[in-house]
């Protein structure tokens, strides 16, 4: 994995000309205050063709058991992607990275799915969009399945609005099981050009607008 320390103040601006070249930023722990490029050899995407909804994932997105919406509350869901979890007592949100995507959401280039129960926040993601490429960040869940359904919101609204890349960064277990897979840095590195040379509308479906799962279902099968 390439890693080169960034010394200096990042702009928001600059993150993103970072994103268009591969490279996204990370910081050893929330308590320090420095930031690192990464350029992994192997990178972690979903084809957007085969995301892998089992039965159970797909009974539990058409119940609608959760309330899915899209940019309502950032703070709070970066908060919760930061916040100590099952097998993650670390994070790397650290309070330089708050402060470079609130501004990038700010701008219309972070976004956030947020699954709620009864109003509280349960589960969702954030990441950036770029051209036809969305960078998955982090995610979180405090119910079962609240992530999973997340995610396939976030999958649903991608393939509607005409992404081509959706980079998740590392491979785990859990991303590999619901699709993911990995490729090489060169590989990676062609489909980011060709995917920065179109662009895709995140907001395909309003932001205020309520997107049942049933409609999420029928855009992943589309």
Known sequence: ??????????????????YSIGLFPMAESAEDDQLYWVDPERR???????????????KTVRSDRFDVG?????????DACAAPAFRRERTWINAEI???YRELFDLGFAHTVECRR???????????ALGS?????S?????????????????ARLRAGGFQLLDTQFITPHLASLGAIEISREEYHHALE???????????WAPDATVRGSQALAALAD
């Open 70 to 78: 899209v940019d309502i509350d950032f703070d709070a869901v970066i």
């Open 118 to 128: 009864d109003g509280r926040l349960v589960g969702g993601l954030y990441g950036v």
């Open 194 to 204: 060709r995917a920065l040379l179109t662009k895709a509308d995140f907001n395909v």
């Open 98 to 100: 708050r402060r470079l």
């Open 139 to 155: 995610m979180f869940h405090f119910e079962r399945d609240a992530s999973k359904v997340a995610l396939a919101h976030l999958v």
């Open 1 to 18: 994995m390439s890693r080169l320390n960034a010394p200096y103040a990042i702009s928001p601006h600059l993150l993103l000309r970072a």
């Open 133 to 137: 490429a969305f960078f998955g960040e």
């Open 44 to 58: 972690a995407v979903f084809p957007l063709d085969r995301f892998s909804v089992s039965r159970s994932l797909a």
